[in-house]
């Protein structure tokens, strides 16, 4: 049995979810998601309690089991508090721009890097160096991130690049000289 997919979820004051045919809605302060889910999985909502059940015991099922709890649990996070993830350009010369819905990021290259942030997502520069990535749903922001991260990922022998906050480099020595 799924430890995750028995989870009980709690639903935050203020957010209220709904099912209809297969799809389920989440409404809160922050905004509204909707995914669609297997028509295997059930969801009860009792109270301000929510648990998903599965229909059967297939393992196309048991796998589905603890995914489809794992997803309603970051819909409700999301539209009442929110997700952020924070990158920082570590090396000479390495910053970002932000200005509306473009980050212009210089990272080593002959040329600075654009991006254009997606609809639903806002970037907010900490500093030169940093930028905070937010948003209600949890998969979008994670991506961008990831996608602003790869632009120059962080190398091993110096430690410059692009990497998330708080995120340690694993550093290797150099070439050593022969005598």
């Not at 920082?88 to 819905?101: I, L, M, P, T």
Request: overall charge positive; aromatic content about 4%.
């Amino acid at each position: 049995m799924s430890r995750i997919g028995k989870r009980v979820l709690t639903i935050p004051t203020g957010v209220t979810v709904t099912m209809n045919d297969g799809e389920i809605t989440v409404k809160g302060p922050k905004g509204e998601l909707k995914t669609n889910l297997d028509s295997s999985m059930k969801i009860q909502i009792e109270d301000s309690k929510l648990t998903v059940e599965r229909e059967n015991e297939t393992k196309r099922v048991k796998s589905l089991h603890g995914t489809t709890n794992a997803i309603i649990s970051n819909m409700l996070i999301g539209v009442s508090e929110g997700f952020q993830k924070g990158l920082e350009a570590v090396g000479v010369g390495y910053k970002f721009n932000v200005s509306g819905k473009k980050i212009t990021i210089n990272a080593g290259y002959s040329h600075p890097v654009e991006v254009t942030v997606p609809d639903g997502l806002a970037v907010e520069a900490v500093s030169n160096t940093e930028i905070t990535v937010s948003g209600i749903d949890k998969q979008k922001v994670s991506e961008f991130a990831a996608n602003i991260r790869k632009i120059r990922q962080p190398e091993p022998y110096k430690g410059k690049g692009i990497r998330y906050k708080g995120e340690y480099v694993r550093r290797k020595e150099g070439k050593k000289a022969s005598k």
